[in-house]
């Protein structure tokens, strides 16, 4: 059976975790802080700063993984280069790592290289730039690290006074030691869907129903699969999607993100693992979740199809405060619910904001799937995260 180094061990890791030890797989789960949820059921875990390139070459030399996973940005990615001339699979390859961990080489790559469709943007690495390029983009616009995840640093500039806070913001929330951000014209999009896209070592790719999401302060508050969307436009974002991913090249399953506005489908980002909003699926919407999509992809395992089973929606679960000991109020109204589950993530601590949770619902094919997440939305607003 294969060995995987994970390097990230949060709640989507933990899912993918799941899925490979229900196969038999060996799983080393690797994170910045102990007692990670995917850390809780590896065989092994470890703990390191994994921005330390030598701390990283020496765990990939301890262990001498099968396959290295990837599962959040703040890795020093340019390793992966070495690692994969020293013979190490990474997922889905080096290129794709190190492009879509810096939003600045994936943009690069997909409006210059590829010519997709792009909000006009432009970067900046300071105050003082920051406000030279809003200038150039207009008002308002979008600032985001190059750098980060669920949303962290990212704020919205409408007047000129929020270009300082805007800047102090993208510097808390960088993850990594990259200071520059990237200023995006705000795109008036009707909405905004996760592309679940399959590419396969020995396979066509594939791609999973469109997922619909709503975010709030950058980071997804509700997903739903699918999202109502003309097959036409779906099309569009396919062949955007088929595109840059063969560009990045690799096997697994992304994340692809696009705006859907009344001139046509923006791509917006891509992420090179499963997605936050994709944890819809464990809501048994499709034949497989996006975890077990991507530990199959990984090992070479074929995947002949991927089909719609139901409806379904997700909905986050928040603490709003600081917490060494969180626990939960509310579950057992979630598990009264008929068509519903959840699933707790297992955080060791919490903080305001800090996702803990998710609660899934679901219904037949055909149902109505904004009855199934407004469900969704007012179960999980019932499950308090009390700090003890």
């Known amino acids: 059976m294969a060995k995987i180094l994970l390097l990230g061990s949060g709640e989507l ?13 060996t799983v080393i789960a690797v994170d910045s802080y102990e007692n990670a949820p995917a850390a809780q059921i590896a065989d092994i875990s470890e703990v390191i700063n994994m921005l330390d390139g030598n701390a990283l070459d020496a765990l990939v030399e301890k262990h001498k993984p099968d396959y290295i ?13 070495e690692y994969e001339k020293q013979g190490y699979t990474v ?24 010519g997709l469709k792009t909000a006009k943007y432009r970067y900046a690495t300071s105050a003082e730039s920051l406000k030279n390029a809003v200038s150039e983009i207009g008002m308002p616009c979008v600032v985001k690290p190059l750098m980060s995840s669920s949303g962290k640093g990212q704020s919205t500039i409408k007047t000129e006074a929020d270009i300082e806070k805007a800047w102090k913001y993208s510097q808390e929330g960088s993850r990594g030691d990259v200071a520059e951000v990237i200023v995006e014209a705000f795109v008036n999009f009707n909405y905004e ?5 399959v590419t396969q070592r020995n396979g066509i790719t ?3 129903p469109p997922i619909g999401h709503r975010q709030e302060r950058g980071d997804y508050m509700e997903s739903w699969q699918p999202a109502p969307m003309k097959n036409e436009i779906l099309e569009e974002a396919q062949q955007m999607a088929e595109k840059v991913t063969t560009a990045l090249s690799g096997c697994g399953v992304w994340g692809v993100e696009f705006f859907v506005a009344d001139d046509g489908v923006y791509f917006s980002e891509l992420s ?16 497989f979740n996006e975890f077990e999509l991507h530990l199959r992809a990984i090992l070479g395992l074929p995947i002949s199809e991927i089909t719609q089973e139901r409806i379904g929606s997700s909905a986050v679960i928040l603490a709003m405060e600081n917490s060494e000991n969180p626990t939960y109020e509310g579950l057992e109204k979630v598990a009264a619910s ?13 903080r305001p904001f800090r996702r803990m949770g998710v609660v899934l619902t ?11 997440t407004e469900k969704a939305k007012n179960l999980a607003s019932q499950i308090k995260v009390i700090s003890e």
């Open 13 to 25: 890791g933990k899912e993918f975790t799941i899925a490979a030890k229900r196969i038999g797989q």
């Open 69 to 81: 996973v990837p599962e959040i940005e703040a890795i020093r990615t340019e390793r992966f280069y």
């Open 91 to 114: 997922i889905p390859s080096a290129k794709a790592a190190n492009f879509t961990m810096n939003r600045k080489a994936i943009r690069d790559l997909a409006a210059n290289e590829l």
């Open 193 to 197: 869907i996760t592309l679940l896209t």
């Open 206 to 208: 594939l791609f999973c």
């Open 272 to 287: 090179p693992r499963p997605h936050d909003t994709g944890m819809v699926t464990l809501a048994k919407t499709q034949n």
């Open 338 to 350: 008929p068509k519903t589950d959840f699933r707790i993530f297992g955080k060791p601590t919490s």
């Open 362 to 372: 679901h219904d037949n094919l055909g149902g109505d799937i904004s009855e199934v």
